[in-house]
């Protein structure tokens, strides 16, 4: 069994900070590219950012040069930075991690249950 829990949600002002982070835990044996996703009211969920077990990163142009992705491997968690919010950046905020297992070996993909971002005045 795998689980990704996510924190680090909440309200916050437009042009104010908020750091979500990430963790799996379970049956893992390895972890390949993380990421974040996020579904406003009425849209499709869309890719925020992602990283690779490595290190390589890839964002929306929307948050280019606000957000930043990072992961401890150590820890198997993954984060998420973000700066200079606008209220355009509401939205439930889903962790996603391709992940194998270390008792079946099979390599698949799983998401957490989401945290709520709200910018707003």
């Known amino acids: 069994q795998v689980q990704l829990v996510e924190s680090g949600g909440g309200l916050v002002q437009p042009g104010g900070s908020l750091r979500l982070s990430c963790a799996a835990s379970?049956?893992?044996?390895?972890?390949?590219?993380m990421g974040w996703f996020r579904q406003a009211p009425e849209k499709q969920r869309e890719l925020v950012a992602v990283?690779?077990?490595?290190?390589?990163?890839r964002y929306a142009d929307s948050v280019k040069g606000r957000f930043t992705i990072s992961r401890d491997n150590a820890k198997n968690t993954v984060y998420l930075q973000m700066n200079s919010l606008k209220p355009e950046d509401t939205a439930v905020y889903y962790c996603?991690?391709?992940?194998?297992?270390?008792?079946?070996?099979?390599?698949?993909?799983?998401w957490g249950q989401g945290t709520q971002v709200t910018v707003s005045s």
């Open positions: 990283i690779t077990s490595s290190g390589s990163t």
């Open positions: 996603n991690a391709y992940i194998t297992s270390s008792r079946t070996l099979r390599r698949a993909d799983y």
């Open positions: 379970g049956s893992i044996f390895r972890i390949d590219d």
